[in-house]
């Protein structure tokens, strides 16, 4: 079967079978052409309560269909491939944010949305990388500390640590995307020649000397 043939086959199945098909924007564009919705992992769990079907098919990586699954617990949630996950996610468990807790009782804990369920059940709250700067700013305020224990991404931690002035215990030190992570000074230095009038954005999950040469460091 051709591509198309396949795509058509699945969206007959969709209305045949009550399912609204979500796909995050790194999905390949032969997934996104078939997908109800596009966006960011917790944009789309929200977009999910807006729908109107029994069943909710999320074409992203694991945690991403936990969080739909939370946000919409009178649907039946389901992951195309059970064995998709972020790495990223994976560097921070329950049991090493408990021995961050142990080890650092008075600090509040905040864990990046991109983390398992299991992980946030033991935080205080939950941030997005767009928002991460003013929820420490407002727990650390709640807590009354000069520091937080954050996870899972250290180079998120940097940069809220950076913009906000309150310390930002990685958990763990070494948590990263390395998809982010990749890209170099020496990237950056290459696209600028490339493009000499183009803008530079980049992701705060980027290095920090990545970030300190970008034009702009946003969310997706």
């Not at 995050?24 to 109107?52: C, F, M, T, V, W």
């Not at 090493?96 to 991109?114: D, I, R, S, T």
């Not at 215990?169 to 990749?182: F, L, R, T």
């Amino acid at each position: 079967m051709s591509v198309k043939q396949i795509q058509e086959e699945i969206l007959t199945l969709k209305k045949e079978q009550d399912v609204v098909i979500l796909a995050h924007y790194y999905q390949p564009i032969e997934i996104q052409e078939i997908a109800d919705n596009l966006g960011g992992s917790l944009g789309l769990s929200r977009l999910a309560n807006k729908a109107d079907t029994n069943y909710i098919i999320f074409a992203g990586v694991d945690f991403m269909a936990e969080t739909a699954s939370i946000l919409n617990q009178n649907k039946k949630v389901l992951i195309p491939n059970p064995e998709s996950c972020c790495p990223m996610a994976a560097y921070l468990t329950p049991d090493k944010v408990k021995k961050f807790k142990a080890n650092n009782p008075n600090l509040p804990v905040v864990v990046y949305v991109n983390s398992t369920a299991a992980v946030k059940a033991e935080s205080d709250i939950c941030c997005t990388s767009a928002n991460a700067i003013d929820i420490v700013k407002r727990i650390s305020s709640e807590f009354n500390t000069k520091a937080v224990l954050f996870g899972p991404d250290a180079n998120l931690a940097d940069y809220v640590e950076q913009k906000s002035g309150i310390k930002c215990i990685k958990m763990p030190e070494e948590g990263n995307c390395y998809v982010h992570s990749q890209l170099t000074i020496d990237d950056i230095e290459k696209i600028r020649f490339a493009y000499p009038k183009g803008e530079v954005l980049v992701h705060p999950e980027c290095i920090r000397e990545v970030r300190e040469l970008a034009d702009f460091v946003g969310s997706t």
